[in-house]
């Protein structure tokens, strides 16, 4: 399917998520910087979920992460698993990616809070802990612009990034 | 496909974080052995069938490199795919070991590289 | 401090932390090793081209947690895992550190990780330093010491 929005595209923003079992849909997220795009799917119960999510740990502010807990990737990845297997994925079965975590500095202005290294740090900190093992990922970098596009029916992964499209 | 591995590290910390990759790999794990050093990985050798050995170089009483040796000296060991998980960084060291058919995961790893050179290894398909 | 040392000391010790045990680690304020609230010290001596070793202080708490990451617990790990994970983190930041600062080329070999009562007690043994850092590790310290001597 060609990278431009369709009418099957459910588009998801920052600090969102979607769990989608519909065959034909394409669930997609734009522009992730320093944040996380977090894929997964599991491919017998055909459901596809993906989580944009900005920050990496909520202790900075609990009550932000109970209004909104994809805000931060300890509250937002867990509710992304939680929401596949309510649409009936298993956790032995899930296959899950991971793009974005980029520097946000260039030569003049640091990345002093290193905001992309800590989510993906955290993540993988997160998946070790609850068993879980990355497929595949492609992460860091800087200033990388990447889009998501995660077709529910297949499980395929394109990424976009600063106008060069790969399979993931 | 039934899966005989043996982790061979000083460390148990060690140990335990490739064992745990290894269950998490979606493996056919029948039994996992450990051994401390490269003296015990000999014994457990000796007398048990291992499909797989992950096996670090820095270890007391025989390291890792007298241990590939022996096992490579060893026709009844043939079978034994080998892989070291090092720190070792001299490229002649490390090429050495994979001259003597052993695969390299260099310390620190992450789990997906473990997973990935196992299943490369073992030539499983990564489904 | 040679700067021709203390970065990759820094660099190997930094990857050691994220990728082993999923720490974050940044430049911790100068200030004098910690005497108190210490966790741990360990030290792995090498020899080859050059002779040394790395001296592993961590303070503040953050032995706990690191070792508790290294094993994928949610619990602390027991005080035995926590004096092995040191020992490790020290062995691997010590085989990081050599290559950066020796070339890949330059064969070493390392010891067994020793672990002393004192970071003091650590560098009477092992050699005052030629580079030191300190780190800011999920709360706690981390105190890195590379000894690099002429081979004997």
């Known amino acids: 399917m060609p990278l431009t929005e369709t009418a099957t595209d459910r588009i998801i923003g920052i600090a969102e998520m979607a769990v989608s079992s519909a065959g034909g849909e394409r669930l997609v997220t734009y522009a992730l910087g320093s944040c996380l795009g977090v894929c997964v799917h599991d491919p017998v119960a055909g459901v596809g979920g993906l989580l944009h999510v900005m920050l990496p740990s909520s202790e900075i502010d609990p009550q932000k992460a109970q209004r909104n807990p994809c805000m931060f990737v300890d509250t937002g990845v867990p509710e992304l698993f939680r929401a596949a297997y309510r649409a009936g994925a298993q956790k032995e079965r899930l296959v899950v990616k991971v793009v974005g975590g980029a520097a946000t500095a260039d030569g003049e202005q640091p990345d002093s809070f290193q905001v992309g290294k800590r989510n993906v740090l955290t993540l993988r900190k997160l998946l070790w802990k609850n068993g879980v093992i990355l497929r595949a990922e492609d992460v860091g970098g800087q200033r990388l612009s990447r889009s998501v596009f995660l077709q529910v029916a297949t499980g395929e992964v394109l990424v976009k990034t600063n106008g060069r499209e790969s399979t993931l | ?127 | 401090m040679p700067e021709s040392l203390t970065a990759p000391l820094a660099d190997a010790a930094s990857e050691t932390f994220e990728s082993l045990a999923y720490c974050f680690a940044e430049p911790a304020p100068p200030s004098a090793v910690p005497g108190a609230g210490v966790d741990g010290v360990v030290a792995v001596a090498f020899e080859g081209e050059a002779r040394g070793g790395v001296v592993l202080q961590l303070s503040g708490g953050v032995l706990s947690a690191m070792a508790g990451n290294m094993l994928g617990l949610e619990e602390p790990a027991s005080p035995a895992d926590q004096r092995d994970a040191l020992g490790e983190a020290a062995n691997v930041i010590c085989g990081n550190v050599l290559p950066r600062v020796a070339g890949v080329a330059a064969v070493f070999a390392l010891g067994v990780p020793q672990h002393f009562p004192t970071w003091q007690a650590a560098i009477e043994t092992i050699g005052s330093p030629d580079a030191h850092i300190a780190l800011e590790v999920e709360g706690g310290r981390a105190d890195v010491a590379l000894v690099m001597r002429p081979a004997a």
């Open chain 2, 1 to 127: 496909m039934a899966l005989n591995v043996l982790v061979v590290d000083d460390s148990a910390v060690m140990r335990s974080m490739l064992i745990r990759t290894l269950r998490l790999s979606g493996l056919p794990l029948t039994n996992v052995y450990q051994a401390g050093d490269g003296a015990e990985a000999l014994t457990l050798l000796a007398s048990h069938d291992v499909d797989l050995a992950l096996v670090d170089i820095n270890m007391p009483v025989m390291n890792g490199e007298q241990l590939i040796q022996r096992v490579r000296a060893d026709a009844r060991l043939a079978g034994v795919a080998l892989i070291v998980v090092s720190t070792e960084g001299s490229e002649t060291r490390i090429e050495a070991l994979k001259a003597r058919g052993a695969s390299f995961i260099h310390k620190p790893f992450t789990p997906e590289q473990v997973r990935s050179t196992v299943l490369r290894v073992l030539g499983v398909a990564d489904a």
